[in-house]
């Protein structure tokens, strides 16, 4: 008898399509196996302590450890929850009335506390950790009032103790690295949906300013110059009215992942809102920002994106300022932004640095 290390009640939807369901119910099936697997080695510890009731207990066990991995490969959830809750609970029961309460069979039923408390969303935890409670004290009473129905000797009762110990144990520390695979797991989920832009993946805006905060205070203190790069696709909107919405999210997630291989990697790069993109590059002069701005948009405007039911070829506009220091960084966003505006009604397809005329900028960029 071995319960399953993260036994949620029989109160779980029937078909989960998430990843963390999926992943929950694949591990289920491992408990299922593994849990077979262990009544099998209980058969021959009962068979050699001469327990035939006790063995053949632990060969139902098993087929309701493989019914419950097949109730779960048929997506009957719910049912195979109850198979292993039933195993549990009777093979407790029967176990403790045959040979004693000292042998250790009730340890199985403290394995669902924390499955029931953490595991639980629907506000049942605790009447069922109550209802629990009372099993496991009326089982107890029970068990003092019958005495053992088909006793072993006092060393044989021991052993079997000492078996259960070692199992639970081992059931404790899988059923504690499940749950905190589980909280990892989230927190990362959480973190991700916090700091990073659903669509391309990249930092948004509150992610961004965190980190610029911290290069820019790095480069206060080094003395090193930063600079902005603010670039905006070029008719975006034609895109997106003529081959849809769901091209023109591929385009920007293209555009994002071109704009990441070409800056480095202390360089932070964020989605900054509708087809903008601003990235931060730190002990970087404008001269080297400019000319990393022109490699992207000549590679850009030079090789057609494949999202759509043809290439398209497209062009980006760029507005570059210097920071500087943790102060100026709005400030700079907002003269790289005017940057961007004067590119945009230059022609677009440029590079402008904030400040620079018109001009200049097309006469940098032959």
């Not at 964020?270 to 590679?299: H, K, N, Q, V, Y």
Request: proline share 5%; glycine share 6%.
């Amino acid at each position: 008898m071995t319960p399953s290390n993260a036994s949620r009640p029989p109160l779980e939807p029937q078909r989960g399509s998430s990843l963390a369901g999926k992943a929950y119910w694949a591990m289920v099936q491992r408990v299922a196996l593994t849990a077979a697997t262990i009544d099998a080695g209980y058969i021959l510890l009962f068979l050699w302590l001469g327990s035939m009731p006790l063995a053949a207990i632990n060969v139902l066990s098993i087929a309701m450890y493989l019914g419950a991995f097949r109730l779960i490969q048929k997506r009957y959830n719910t049912a195979a929850l109850a198979l292993i809750w039933l195993e549990v609970i009777g093979h407790s029961a029967l176990g403790s009335l045959l040979i004693g309460w000292e042998s250790g069979f009730h340890y199985y039923l403290l394995m669902f506390i924390p499955a029931i408390v953490i595991a639980n969303t629907r506000g049942y935890a605790t009447p069922m950790v109550l209802a629990l409670l009372a099993y496991y004290l009326g089982l107890h009473m029970l068990s003092d009032a019958v005495g053992p129905l088909d006793p072993l000797p006092v060393q044989s009762v021991k052993i079997v103790n000492w078996v259960h110990i070692c199992v639970v144990f081992a059931m404790s520390a899988a059923l504690s690295a499940f749950y905190r695979r589980t909280i990892l797991i989230a927190e990362a989920r959480l973190r991700k949906q916090a700091t990073r832009d659903p669509l391309t993946g990249l930092a948004n805006r509150s992610h961004f300013d965190a980190q610029a905060t911290e290069a820019l205070e790095r480069s206060r203190r080094s003395g090193v110059p930063v600079t902005l790069l603010l670039c905006d696709v070029d008719h975006f909107k034609r895109v997106n009215d003529q081959y849809g919405h769901a091209v023109g999210d591929q385009v920007l997630v293209a555009m994002g992942q071109v704009l990441a291989d070409n800056l480095r990697e202390g360089d932070v790069l964020a989605r900054w809102g509708g087809e903008e993109f601003l990235a931060l590059m730190p002990a970087s002069p404008l001269d080297a920002a400019r000319a990393t701005a022109e490699r992207i948009r000549a590679a850009v405007a030079h090789a057609p994106l494949s999202v759509g039911p043809a290439p398209i070829t497209l062009t980006l506009s760029f507005g570059v300022a210097q920071v500087h220091g943790p102060d100026d960084l709005q400030a700079a966003i907002a003269r790289a932004d005017q940057a961007l505006y004067a590119a945009k009604h230059a022609g677009r397809n440029r590079v402008q640095l904030a400040g620079e005329s018109a001009t200049d900028a097309v006469a940098a960029s032959a």
